[in-house]
């Protein structure tokens, strides 16, 4: 088998196991992602910040025995902070930002093996379920369909792994931004319980503890690896996340276990969703019930709309204190282009809010997490739809001539399209998109579970025994590597 027969066929895992055996080397792994970048990068404008030499010096200088040794690998141009990669965290503002130090989560992605050589693009500040920033010259298109989008905020990192140019791509998720581009681009996104995986030592919290790191991936084994490579706190965390029962790999191990699964056709509250949304949540009912699980039709006890309402002040806030810093530090005033019209209109919407009103905000989300808390009592995982719609055709939701608050809260906006993922930022518990369905003319759309705070593990296991059920790995999108 050739090397890229061998990619094609692998995931992350295998991938690790080939090079283990001595049958592949790394730098031939290297070669042929370099080689889909250059293929398949110009039509989906997902992968930036390029460092080839970083890459090939890793492989010269010995890579760290770890379980995913030698797979090419792309952190997400947001956060991950690493001295090697400098960053635009999706802004004008902030192109080639260098850090001093690295972040705990690229430090471990690193003693994991990974032979990381660039970036993948995300939307100004992380805001929004698609990718279509103005520092990137175009937006990120879906190899799906190049007219929609891949999602956000991590759609760069979903373009790049469902297109085959990488086996993983770390993401990130403070609303739904590792499950939204998985959902989009027919891939497996997992949001981890809070606090689970490091933030350090940049940011002690990310919007008020919604934000966390994670992975997009095509099989539910690189999640589990990746997890426990990362997963843990590092020096000074504020909270820590319940530990493991054991870890991420022994949760896919088979378990006869029947669970309580409530599952809901609508928005958590009541709107319809798309047609292809609801026969996905339907139809993994179906097939969750022939797996032996007690499945049950029931809408959680929350108030979501209030805790939307509040999440908008916090990212708004959010955004204020980002964009204010950088310009306070290098001391000149913001430049017209240098933001886009969300996070302009965010920053005077910030303006607006109170410390009191800011504190109510958090107040709101956390009371929240004890709804849904309350809830999971009655049932051990929740499944819906990912998304409310199909994947969205590009611009509909770029940042261009936008007003934040309309752009989050307006009819057929954000939250209108993306009703159920922010839920679990807010709850703090563990949640994940699968693929397992596509429509008709072959978008994919991902279907949605969530377990109580901690259950990590469960949820995991679950996803697996969902994978064995209803494979997935074997489809590719048409802009991918011939076969």
């Not at 995986?197 to 690896?225: H, K, N, Q, S």
Request: charged share 20%.
């Amino acid at each position: 088998m050739d090397v890229s027969e061998l990619y094609e066929t692998s995931d992350a895992v295998a991938l690790a196991d080939h090079v283990r055996r001595g049958e592949v080397h790394p730098a031939e792994l290297l070669d042929e992602a370099l080689r889909r970048v250059e293929a398949l990068n110009p039509r989906l404008n997902a992968v930036v910040m390029m460092r080839e030499g970083v890459a090939r010096r890793m492989i010269e200088e010995g890579l760290p025995d770890g379980p995913l040794k030698g797979v090419p690998f792309l952190l997400k141009d947001l956060g991950a902070e690493a001295i090697d990669f400098p960053g635009n965290n999706g802004s004008r503002l902030f192109a080639e930002t260098r850090y001093g130090k690295d972040s705990s989560i690229y430090a471990r992605l690193r003693a994991a093996g990974l032979v990381t050589f660039g970036r993948t693009t995300s939307p100004e500040g992380g805001v929004g379920p698609t990718t279509e920033a103005a520092v990137y010259g175009g937006p990120t298109r879906n190899p799906w369909n190049l007219e929609h989008t891949p999602g956000g905020s991590s759609g760069g990192a979903a373009a790049a792994v469902a297109a085959g140019i990488v086996p993983v791509a770390h993401g990130s998720d403070g609303g739904g931004s590792v499950r939204i581009p998985a959902s989009s681009c027919g891939l497996f996104g997992f949001k981890a319980t809070r606090a689970r995986l490091p933030d350090g030592p940049y940011v002690g919290e990310g919007w008020a503890g919604m934000a966390i790191d994670g992975f997009l991936t095509r099989t539910v084994r690189d999640t589990a690896v990746l997890l426990d490579a990362t997963q843990g706190p590092d020096l000074g965390a504020p909270y820590v996340a319940p530990p493991l029962e054991a870890s991420f790999a022994a949760a896919l191990a088979p378990s006869d276990r029947r669970l309580r699964v409530a599952f809901v056709t609508t928005t958590l509250t009541g709107e319809a969703i798309h047609p292809e949304c609801r026969s996905a949540v339907e139809a993994t009912a179906r097939l969750l019930e022939g797996m032996g699980h007690i499945v049950e039709e029931r809408l959680p006890r929350a108030d979501t709309s209030g805790m939307m309402a509040a999440w908008t002040k916090i990212v708004g806030c959010g955004t204020a204190l980002s964009v204010e810093s950088a310009v306070l530090r290098r001391g000149r005033p913001l430049a017209d282009d240098e933001i886009e019209s969300v996070a302009r209109t965010a920053i005077a919407y910030a303006r607006s809010i109170s410390g009191a009103d800011y504190l109510e905000a958090i107040n709101k989300v956390h009371a929240y997490g004890r709804e849904m808390a309350a809830f999971f009592e009655e049932c051990d995982v929740l499944l819906t739809a990912t998304l409310a719609e199909p994947p969205a055709r590009l611009g509909r939701f770029n940042h261009v001539g936008k007003d934040y608050v309309d752009y989050r809260m307006g009819p057929g906006m954000v939250f209108a399209y993306s009703p159920f993922t922010a839920a679990f930022n807010a709850s703090g518990q563990p949640a994940a998109s699968l693929p397992l369905h596509w429509t008709a003319d072959g978008l994919p759309v991902g279907v949605h579970l969530a377990a109580a705070y901690g259950r990590d593990e469960l949820l995991l296991g679950l996803c697996a025994r969902l994978e064995e059920a209803a494979p997935w790995f074997q489809r590719r999108p048409p802009v991918s590597m011939p076969r």
